[in-house]
């Protein structure tokens, strides 16, 4: 199985590769349309700025690249926010793979630190990402901004207010938390991605 | 449910080696770093803190190759700390694959580099160690692994941290650190009232209650131990279970 990650200007993308690695798979790193296209699985990791990486994506027309990919694509972290509509992060236009928009979260009490980090629930997953596994199983998280519930969320995660840890529309797939740092429960959601 | 209060394990690394002994059974290297770390991870352990002791050039690069092999076989987040001065340190630990550096003495010295860390690689990524001792003017923040005083208070300095931009500050109580008798809960409530970034509590645990007392009493958001875990003094499954029976929401 051909695996690439797609290049561009976020961090992290490192952690993904290891990862892969443990399940047997050498991915690769890779900006290049042709070798993007004629791949079996996409994973579009990282962790950065919104309109920075935006920004990055239409210079090198890696934007309507990934929109037209046609293989199961997974998004995660930085990854799922720029697949929505618009992000409230340097207040930005993004892929709009997904009918959302990303917010930044706003605390209502002290305890509400932000960004939200380390170790959360998933409520109701469903979809092939999530195959086999029962309500509330815990995943990593590090996120400032999130995208609300919407009718594309397949796992719900609640923090300050319930938002969407996961989407899913056709061939697009995202997380808003790492799988690559969840211990054997983010390898199982990688291995899932895996068999689609 | 809500956000899971995390239990932590240190290892302290000197020429790629874990320094203090373990109990581990069934390691093949009970001293490899990368091995103990998966069986920590294995057991529950939530993230897990390397701390580079060695003092030499040569024992850095072993350091940045052991994070390396950490990197590639442990599937949970790691911070890393130790000898860490400059841009350029945290950039060569973070490209080696640790999710998080912790700095000290180098905050302490120079309290920009908290500032230059959270603008190049993002607050989440920064640590801010502060070791202190409470003495009759109340606590103050130590160097050089605390055997220099300064004059920087306690709370201050957390808030100074806290405003430059840190993500997250690790806070050990020389006074409470190896007695084995509990938290510095205290002035970890303080800490926890005073700032808007999360705290980890260190020094002091002896028993499963200690760590129950850190996160109720002390308001911590994760609890720090280096020789209760490493001598198998606690099973972190069992003081999970622990402390999830105590109402504690953890990850199990």
């Known amino acids: ?182 211990g054997n429960v983010g390898e199982r959601i990688i291995r899932n991605f895996l068999d689609l | 449910m809500a956000l899971a209060k995390r239990i932590i394990p240190c290892l302290d690394i000197k020429d790629g080696q874990t320094v203090k002994g373990t109990n581990f059974i069934n390691l093949r290297q009970a001293g490899d770093p990368v091995e103990l770390g998966k069986a920590y991870s294995e057991q529950g352990a939530d993230e897990l803190v390397y701390l580079d002791i060695t003092a030499s050039h040569e024992g850095r690069k072993t350091f940045t190759s052991m994070v390396q092999q950490v990197a590639a076989q442990i599937s949970i987040p790691f911070t890393v700390g130790g000898g860490i001065n400059e ?19 180098a905050a302490l010295r120079r309290p920009e580099l908290i500032d230059e860390i959270a603008r190049h690689f993002g607050s989440q990524v920064c640590v801010v160690a502060i070791d202190a001792k409470q003495t009759e003017e109340g606590w103050f923040c130590y160097l050089n692994g605390g055997r220099v005083k300064t004059e920087r208070k306690l709370l201050e300095w957390a808030r100074e941290v806290n405003d430059r931009g840190a993500g997250e500050i690790l806070f050990t109580s020389m006074d409470h650190d190896g007695v084995k008798t509990g938290f510095a809960n205290e002035a970890l409530a303080q800490l926890a009232d005073s700032l808007s970034i999360p705290v980890i509590a260190s020094g002091g645990a002896g028993n499963m209650e200690h760590f129950k007392d850190a996160f109720t009493l002390g308001k911590s958001d994760a609890a720090l131990a280096a020789s209760v875990f490493h001598f198998g003094e606690i099973k972190i499954p069992d003081l999970k279970q622990y402390l999830r029976n105590e109402g504690i929401e953890v990850r199990l």
């Open chain 1, 1 to 182: 199985m051909k695996v690439a990650i797609v290049k561009y200007n976020a961090g992290n993308i490192c952690s993904v590769v290891n990862a892969l690695n443990r399940v047997g798979v050498s991915p690769l790193v890779t900006d290049n349309p042709e070798e993007l296209l004629s791949a079996d699985k996409i994973l579009f990791p990282g962790q950065g700025e919104a309109k920075n990486t935006m920004a990055y994506l239409k210079e090198h027309k890696l934007d309507q690249l990934i929109r037209d990919l046609k293989q199961p694509v997974l998004g995660i972290c930085i990854g799922q926010q720029l697949m929505c509509r618009h992000s409230e992060e340097g207040d930005v236009d993004c892929l709009g793979i997904f009918d959302v928009d990303v917010l930044k979260f706003r605390p209502q009490r002290h305890e509400d630190k932000v960004p939200h980090m380390g170790w959360n629930t998933l409520k109701q997953p469903k979809d092939a990402l999530f195959k086999g596994f029962e309500e509330n199983e815990f995943v990593y998280f590090v996120h400032s901004f999130y995208v609300p519930v919407c009718a594309q969320t397949t796992a719900v995660t609640e923090y300050i207010q319930p938002f969407s840890a996961s989407l899913h529309k056709d061939n697009f797939y995202a997380t808003q938390f790492h799988p690559e740092k969840s």
């Open chain 2, 87 to 105: 841009l350029a340190d945290v950039d060569r630990l973070l490209n080696a694959g640790a999710d998080k550096i912790s700095i000290n003495s």
